[in-house]
């Protein structure tokens, strides 16, 4: 009975402690059929990637000891191949892996860069005792095993490396780096990018770009960072992210995979429930059956699978493992409108976006593409559908599977549940909404208005701002309440619907009117029309078709975190129950609306000259 390999993720040692192993050793026959110079591979975390790395090594690499690899591959795939076998262990090998580092500082990110060179220049050390390397490079090898070397050294570390095994083997080498991105990464969230990126930026191009002792390289991350970034004047470069159908299947499980691997462990939980859970990632172009239907390669979290295998049960496993930092921090500063889509998203509405396969860091916080590309990249979204035209990609994004969709909701309801907002309050709020009391749920929205608001950071969208908070709140009734928004219901488009899943329980709409500075409308008149606009326009059909019979209305009229409402509660058609309050703007809010009027009049008055 083989062993299941939780955080196993040395190849040799896979092999050779007889763990379960889904041979994906196929992705070198595929890199070798490329002939690229220099392969980035980005996939999200835990995808098997650093595992293929180390099975590239053992494959390609000559060992240092003159013993063999080649056992290691008895019985996979690659061995009908003899062609490729016979690359086996014939190459010096660079592997390096920035995994793992996440430092605060750029001191101690680039302590970590120095001690991961000094590891692969150690497991090289051997170098030294051969009289063809001189005494000078000697010096330098040892202070970077050391970590005393300049930063010059370093930044080309790895062409020295590799002009060193040339001269030693007469054989180019080939170069792994594993997660290449994860201080780039670091950078971004710790705020020393620019020194991070320029760093790396010489790193790569003196190992990659100008490097006439290169065989080829892989490199493996999680983004396929812009070539303005990082790879400038690298032209030798291919990407296979998600969106190319190159190597789909060698990162991440197949359904026939996990369904061997399922029924070797007598896993005994429902398949489809598996599949709800962990299946749904696409990759690559739609492809086309003998039916003529298309269809896209899907795979599994791999992580997640071996997890669930190992416990015999479903749980979040993959989202539990970190690096949640940067998905946050892109919420928080995308648009109200971004932040409605991603919650419709989670409702189970499609939304069509461009995204693209290289990332700007700088432009996650304020390119819509470039927040919806990184959440695809990062493994928190994926496509049900997707065109590719005139060198962009539109795509129907959707989320994988249930683990990411609860990830995510609880992310959201995050925004809702720090600092003021206890979660104690937050509970009573959708109290509020599931019991029918219309009164609780106002009460406790508005102080929720006043401590969380600025998360999303009201202006001139204030409806689209209204409408995603309180979207983003009423994620947690998902499991018993259908919410959503600009829906048609009787003669118009409602702001915000939340139907129960059970017609016993009530109902609620809202309607949202923001404070208008041409009409100066008072916050409890803009309240008592929008109360009025959901009878008027009949919104309450789509309750009555469902067979609700209590049914709350509520009108909000705001002006920045200030707020009025009113609500009627309709129960066998009759109102049963009717409030109101409004509270009055205070003097900083009335004085920062009299400036933006006075604005907005002078702009007319210079127009009409």
Not at 339 to 349: A, N, T, V
Not at 380 to 399: C, Q
Not at 522 to 527: C, K, N, Q, R
Request: proline content about 4%; some cysteine.
């Amino acid at each position: 009975m083989k062993k299941i390999g939780i955080g196993v993720y040395d190849f040799k040692k896979i092999i050779e402690n007889n763990y379960y192993y889904i041979d994906k050793s196929m992705l070198i026959h595929e890199l070798i059929s490329h002939s690229v110079e220099v392969s980035i591979i980005p996939r999200p975390r835990r995808f098997g990637k650093t595992l293929n790395m180390t099975m590239l090594k053992y494959f390609f690499e000559k060992p240092l000891d003159g013993s063999s690899n080649a056992h290691l591959f008895d019985r996979l795939a690659i061995t009908q191949y003899p062609e490729i076998m016979a690359r086996q262990g014939k190459s010096p090998v660079i592997f390096i892996t920035f995994k793992g580092i996440k430092s605060p500082t750029w001191d101690e990110c680039y302590k970590e860069i120095k001690t991961a060179l000094a590891v692969e220049f150690k497991r090289h050390a051997y170098i030294l005792q051969n009289p063809i390397i001189s005494d000078f490079d000697k010096k330098i090898i040892i202070d970077i095993i050391d970590k005393k070397a300049d930063m010059h050294d370093y930044k080309y570390a790895l062409a020295f490396l590799s002009t060193l095994l040339w001269s030693v083997y007469q054989t180019k080498p080939i170069i792994l780096i594993d997660e290449y991105d994860a201080p780039m990464q670091a950078g971004f969230e710790f705020e020393y990018y620019d020194e991070i990126k320029n760093f790396m930026y010489s790193f790569f191009c003196a190992g990659l770009k100008d490097n006439n002792n290169l065989d080829f390289s892989v490199i493996t991350g999680i983004l396929r960072i812009s070539k303005d970034s990082l790879f400038s004047g690298m032209n030798n470069t291919a990407n296979y992210s998600l969106l190319n159908g190159a190597y789909a299947d060698k990162f991440g499980f197949l359904q026939p995979e996990v369904d061997t691997m399922l029924e070797y462990f007598q896993v005994p939980i429902p398949r489809e429930e598996i599949k709800r859970w962990y299946n749904g990632y696409r990759v690559g172009r739609p492809k086309v059956d003998a039916q003529g239907n298309e269809y896209f390669t899907t795979i599994y979290n791999p992580w997640a699978i071996i997890e669930c295998v190992s416990t015999k049960a479903l749980g979040n496993f993959w989202v539990n493992t970190g690096g949640h930092f940067l998905i946050q921090k892109t919420m928080r500063y995308a648009s109200a409108t971004d932040k409605q889509d991603l919650i419709g998203i989670l409702e189970g509405i499609p939304v069509s976006k461009t995204i693209s396969d290289t990332i700007v860091f700088r432009d996650i916080y304020h390119d819509s593409s470039a927040m919806w590309s990184f959440l695809v990249f990062t493994g928190y979204l994926t496509w049900s559908t997707r065109t590719d035209m005139l060198g962009k990609t539109v795509a129907h994004l959707i989320t994988p599977n249930l683990e990411v969709i609860d990830s995510l909701k609880t992310m959201v309801k995050s925004w809702f549940t720090g600092g003021a907002v206890t979660q104690l309050k937050f509970n009573k709020m959708l109290d509020g909404i599931r019991h029918g009391m219309p009164k609780t749920f106002l009460t406790v929205f508005e102080s929720n208005v006043l401590a969380s608001m600025s998360f999303f950071d009201i202006g001139d969208d204030g409806e689209n701002v209204y409408q995603a908070f309180v979207l983003g709140i009423l994620v947690s009734l998902s499991d018993t309440h259908e919410v959503t928004t600009n829906r048609e219901s009787g003669t118009g488009r409602y702001d915000v619907c939340i139907i129960p899943h059970d017609h016993t329980m009530p109902g609620t709409i809202i309607e949202f009117k923001q404070y208008d500075l041409e009409t100066e409308d008072p916050l409890d008149v803009l309240a008592a029309y929008a109360l009025q606009q959901i009878k008027s326009k009949k919104y309450t059909t789509v309750m009555h078709a469902r067979n609700i019979k209590k049914i709350i209305k509520i009108g909000i009229g705001f002006q920045g975190k200030t707020m009025a409402w009113a609500f009627e509660v309709e129960e066998d058609g009759k109102i049963v129950q009717h409030d109101a309050y409004y509270a009055e703007p205070n003097p900083t809010q009335k004085k920062i609306a009299q400036s933006k009027k006075k604005r907005i009049q002078k702009k007319v008055v210079t127009k009409s000259k």
